[in-house]
């Protein structure tokens, strides 16, 4: 395209990203969505007025056995927000939080939006439930794992299962071959 190593560059990242920095996005979200969950889920267990506030809530919607599911709910957020957090058990912790996310947009949050919308307005309420977001970022995070800045980073490298210490990966085929054909 252009002979200029620096625009090529540039044009490079701007096209396809930069995989050297691949790290810092997958750490500040794993460990801003661990946070936020694990303080709402601390919050459910031990403030008194949230714990009141989430059983009348689970009482309103019709949950069966609300007091169990209460705790349940708020010990998934407390305690798989926390291992999100440090990068343990991430894609359990991925797993379980989004399916409670899933059953809050399901049961409680779908009712918040008006009736009587055209389709491209309810997606548009829809799309804007943060629940929403927060689905998809673990999905995102399942995905592409928990990063290098993880517990599960370091057990894979113990296990000799961490990605940069697989050789067929594709990044590290591709120079092979072409060091081949120049030989």
Not at 36 to 42: C, E, H, I, Q, T
Not at 74 to 86: C, D, K, N, R, Y
Not at 116 to 125: A, K, R, V
Not at 137 to 162: Q, T
């Amino acid at each position: 395209m252009l002979d200029h190593p620096i625009v090529n560059r540039l044009i490079g990242v701007a096209l396809q990203g930069e995989k050297k920095w691949e790290w810092a996005p997958i750490l500040l979200a794993r460990v801003s969505l661990g946070l936020f969950f694990a303080v709402s889920g601390w919050n459910k267990l031990f403030v008194e007025k949230n714990k009141a506030g989430l059983l009348e809530v689970m009482h309103e919607i019709g949950i069966p056995f609300p007091e169990f599911f209460a705790v349940l709910l708020a010990s998934v957020e407390f305690f798989g927000g926390s291992l999100l957090t440090v990068g343990l058990l991430s894609a359990f912790c991925g797993i379980a939080l989004a399916f409670a996310m899933i059953v809050a947009i399901a049961t409680v949050e779908v009712q918040t939006i008006p009736a009587g919308l055209s389709f491209l307005n309810w997606l548009d309420y829809f799309l804007y439930l943060p629940q929403v977001l927060y689905v998809i970022l673990f999905a995102w995070l399942m995905v592409s794992g928990p990063g290098p800045v993880s517990i599960d980073h370091l057990l894979a490298r113990k296990l000799g299962m961490a990605a940069d210490q697989d050789h067929a990966t594709p990044n590290r085929i591709e120079p092979l071959r072409e060091r081949a054909e120049l030989q």
